[in-house]
């Protein structure tokens, strides 16, 4: 199995700041990962795929870059409706996800 | 608009069986690949089962295999999970997702999900 690993685990920001998430695999994967973005009590939603990918009608302020074994999810500037928490997703091989970043108002 | 709804969840005894269900609208359901992916309760996703779209090639988690069997029925645009031998941590919320263009295994569309919680 690709082991996925995130960083920060919590990020504290506020409103208008720049935010970037890490994940890193285990191994190789090019550029097949995903990042989804999770509301309590809500499923997830698909943001970015193939590491830079924007899926259809996310917000440009999302961004994604990275291949090989280190990525990341750059937020441009944070807006109210963006405190949730983020995963990243494998899928070269069987997919694995990543623990998840909460980010939350400081 | 995709629409994905799951259904059959509850609560059940350890080593039992329980069938989710899936019923899909919207998009060509013959033409993409569908998926289970599950959450714990405060817990992080793990995905637990695929099926292509036409071939029907499947494929598990090792933490299911030999327990679960995903499958789908065309004609119903439907996709089932049976699940025996059930496990307290089986216990999770179980979302439907389907599956990105190109048969890839990234998740554009997810349902609610249904809670199966294994517990006597």
């Known amino acids: 199995d690709i082991q996925m690993t995130q960083s920060p685990s919590t990020l504290s920001a506020s409103v208008g700041d720049r935010v970037t998430i890490t994940c890193r695999a285990s191994q190789s994967i090019t550029g097949w990962l995903a990042w989804y973005q999770q509301k309590p009590g809500k499923a997830p939603k698909l943001l970015i795929y193939e590491a830079s990918t924007l899926e259809s009608g996310v917000p440009s302020r999302f961004g994604g870059s990275g291949s090989g074994t280190e990525f990341t999810l750059t937020i441009s500037s944070l807006q109210p409706d963006d405190f949730a928490t983020y995963y990243c997703q494998q899928y070269k091989m069987y997919p694995t996800f990543g623990p998840g970043t909460k980010v939350d108002l400081k | 608009e995709v629409q994905l709804v799951e259904s059959g969840g509850g609560l059940v005894q350890p080593g039992r069986s329980l069938r989710l269900s899936c019923a899909a609208s919207g998009f060509n359901f013959d033409d993409y690949g569908m998926h289970w992916v599950r959450q714990a309760p405060g817990k992080g996703l793990e995905w637990v089962s695929g099926i292509s779209g036409n071939l029907g090639s499947v494929g598990y988690a090792d933490s299911v295999k030999g327990r679960f069997t995903i499958s789908r029925d065309h004609a119903k645009k439907s996709l089932f999970l049976q699940m025996n031998s059930l496990r307290p941590e089986d216990t999770a919320f179980y979302y439907c997702?389907?599956?990105?263009?190109?048969?890839?295994?990234?998740?554009?569309?997810w349902g609610q999900g249904t809670l199966v919680t294994v517990s006597s």
């Open positions: 997702a389907k599956g990105g263009t190109g048969s890839l295994y990234f998740f554009d569309y």
